[in-house]
């Protein structure tokens, strides 16, 4: 797999990652952020008094009290309303300390799913404008478990980490304190059990981490291989392959299986640990309250109320054990998605690019070489050397055996790679000169599997154009020698296409392309064998079509059928990524070449047929 590692490990320090989460996210909803922030330390506090006036509510309770009585050296009240301010002040608190508990809540879901959508986005503008080279490179699964599952682990550490870690923190720091104004040697004792907890913390969070990286992993694998197999299920279907794809599918949900449920061991082992520490300190306090309160040091109020919040601090602990965990699981897919935001891309454009006026252009290729960046080292580079040239009105051809470079060639034009050496120039300009929109919407692109977006034939039509009008497309369609299929069909041009065109035939979709690059107007046109999908009659009309098309522009055509391309300019024979050959169809068959051979086993030396067969593949390779 060749995603980008997880960024190495837990040593890396975690305060630049910090603050990149602040400044990036959470500080876009500073509002938020500190409002909920606010309602948990008011809704731990809360419950921290409630538990401190167990003490005195209590002592005035169970003992009888003549005239007035005062509460925390604050409030005096008459001794016969205690029945009943007792409980009304419990109410309110507690009234109030819901209403907190329920604004974090409402504050916080907002908050974690503004900052995943906030996450998505980038990471979708990350894909789109990513280079090529690196979407070729990486499965397309692994964007998909990016953008729909790193997200979310990072929106759950932002939330039920964040804010209620901090929520528990606090409850626990104020119970602490309460404790501490109660008896403070207890409260010391309580504090020993401190390391022990923050050691188990560490330990838990250390196995979460490495549980979150790879269900991370194989969450990828998994997405990666659902889209596989529905991209694949004819060829799956046809070699009946159903049971192997099952088990190497179930391999991979079992493993992924495996780490999740490592992970949420490790949460659910967490709590109860700590747990055990918490009740190992209550016992404790427990034997000496009850020796301290045998002295008549402690009364039971104090001694309710003590083992009370020791009981809530040991609930916030189990708390802060667990939410530790799903925090270093948000951090560890925090970590991974910066690493996957922050590759640049590397076709960029620069910073005094300029606008490509409009007009005829004229393009050409001088002595580029260029070799993909997964090419073996030492490896022969995909083009060595090419130079070729195409005035505007000018159809050049680019024949040769399979694998010899044609396809990159055409990939160089609106920069989709950059050439290695050498130059792609239009008008004498370096395309790397241009702005990349500019350079862009100067080029039509017809290829050979046309890809059609779900939407309708009109939309896939005008595509390229926005606010194109009616009359233009179904002009373009016309153009094409689509607009009769297309008005033959139920819904006409409101028809959806389905699934990358998939409702439409092969050679319907390649019309629609065509129309698509009739409507952009573009001055260069690419055509990569855009007749292969046809048949004889449609072909002879959109052979026409692009005829009428390729006027006045500047077209660069790749065909295997040497049949389409007698009529073209020059014809340069592409074969192991060197021009081997160029001139017309008729001194190139004279030359006796690479270009004479091809012919020949088409039958193209001799009177022309109205179709010639495929060029095999292992022609002259
Ligand atoms: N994205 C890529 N990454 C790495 N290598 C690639 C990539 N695309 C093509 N290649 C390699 O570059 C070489 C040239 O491929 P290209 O598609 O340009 O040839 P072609 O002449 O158009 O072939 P065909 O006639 O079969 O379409 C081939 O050896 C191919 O394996």
């Known amino acids: ?44 506090g809360l419950t921290a008094l409630l538990l401190k006036f167990l003490e005195p509510a209590i002592d005035l309770l169970f003992t ?63 894909m789109i404008r ?3 080279s690196r979407l070729r490179g990486q499965h397309s699964g692994s964007f998909v478990s990016s953008v729909l599952f ?15 870690y901090t929520q528990n923190a606090l409850m626990l720091l104020g119970v602490i304190i309460a404790m501490g104004f109660i008896d403070l040697p207890l409260t010391l004792i309580v504090l020993l059990g401190v390391p022990v907890v923050s050691w188990i913390i560490r330990r838990f969070g250390q196995k979460s981490r490495k ?12 997405s990666s291989a659902l889209m596989e197999n529905l991209d694949g299920v004819r060829v799956i279907k046809i070699e009946n392959r159903e049971a192997a794809e099952e088990a190497r599918v179930g391999e991979v949900i079992a493993r992924r299986q495996r780490h999740i449920i490592k992970g949420s061991d490790s949460r659910a082992f967490a709590g109860p640990a700590s747990d055990i520490v918490a009740y190992g300190i209550v016992a404790a ?58 590759i640049e891309p ?11 006026e409009t007009g005829p252009v004229t393009v050409a290729l001088d002595h580029v070489s260029f070799a993909y960046q997964t090419r073996e080292d030492g490896a022969a580079p995909t083009l060595s050397d090419v130079s070729l040239h195409v005035a505007p009105g000018e159809t050049i051809a680019l024949v040769g055996p399979s694998g010899g470079g044609k396809s990159t060639i055409l990939s160089l034009l609106p920069r989709f790679y950059d050439v290695t050496a050498g130059a792609v120039t239009i008008n004498g300009r370096d395309v790397r000169e241009l702005k990349l929109q500019s350079l862009r919407d100067h080029i039509a692109l017809v290829t050979q599997e046309p890809f059609l977006f779900d939407d309708t034939i009109a939309a896939n039509i005008a595509y390229g154009r926005k606010g194109a009008t009616a009359e233009q497309i179904i002009e373009a369609a016309r153009s094409a020698a689509a607009h009769d299929f297309i008005t033959a069909l139920p819904e006409g041009y409101a028809t959806r296409v389905g699934e990358a065109g998939m409702r439409l035939s092969g050679g319907q979709r390649q019309r ?21 999908a046809l048949d004889t009659e449609s072909e002879a009309l959109v052979q026409a079509a692009l005829e009428r098309l390729m006027h006045g522009r500047a077209t660069l055509m790749i065909a295997h059928r040497l049949s389409t391309v007698q009529n073209a300019d020059r014809i340069y024979v592409i074969d192991a990524g060197r021009v081997v050959e160029q001139g017309t169809h008729a001194s190139l068959v004279k030359k006796g070449g690479l270009y004479a051979r091809l012919a020949r086993q088409q039958s193209l030396d001799g009177p022309l047929p109205v179709i010639a067969s495929p060029l095999p593949d292992e022609t002259g390779a």
């Open 1 to 44: 797999m060749t995603v980008p590692a997880p960024a190495s490990d837990t040593r890396e320090p975690l305060r630049p990652l910090l603050g990149r989460i602040w400044r990036d996210y959470l500080s876009r909803h500073k509002r938020a952020f500190f409002a909920s922030m606010f309602f948990a330390a008011v809704s731990g």
């Open 346 to 356: 590397e076709i960029r454009e620069a910073s005094n690019a300029i606008e490509l």
């Open 512 to 532: 629609v392309a065509i129309a698509r690059a009739f409507l952009k107007d573009a001055p260069i046109l690419l055509l990569d064998e855009a007749t292969s």
């Open 150 to 164: 790193d997200a979310n682990l990072v929106r759950e550490a932002f939330t039920s980490g964040v804010v209620n």
């Open 130 to 132: 990513a280079d090529l």
């Open 211 to 222: 549980a979150a990286r790879g269900a991370m992993v194989e969450t990828e694998a998994l």
């Open 64 to 126: 009888k009290h003549e005239g007035p009585v005062e509460v925390w050296g604050l409030v005096t009240i008459p001794s016969d309303k205690v029945l009943i301010l007792i409980p009304l002040f419990i109410i309110m608190v507690a009234v109030i300390r819901s209403l907190a508990m329920a604004a974090q809540s409402a504050l916080v879901n907002r908050l974690g799913h503004g900052i995943v959508g906030d996450i998505q986005r980038q990471l979708f503008s990350g």
């Open 285 to 342: 306090v427990m034997a000496y309250a009850g020796w301290s309160a045998s002295q008549g040091q402690m009364t039971v109020g104090a001694f309710a109320s003590f083992i009370g919040m020791l009981l809530l601090a040991g609930q916030a602990l189990r708390q802060v054990t667990n939410l530790t965990t799903v925090l270093s699981e948000g951090l560890t897919a925090a970590r991974r998605l910066f690493t996957a935001l922050d």
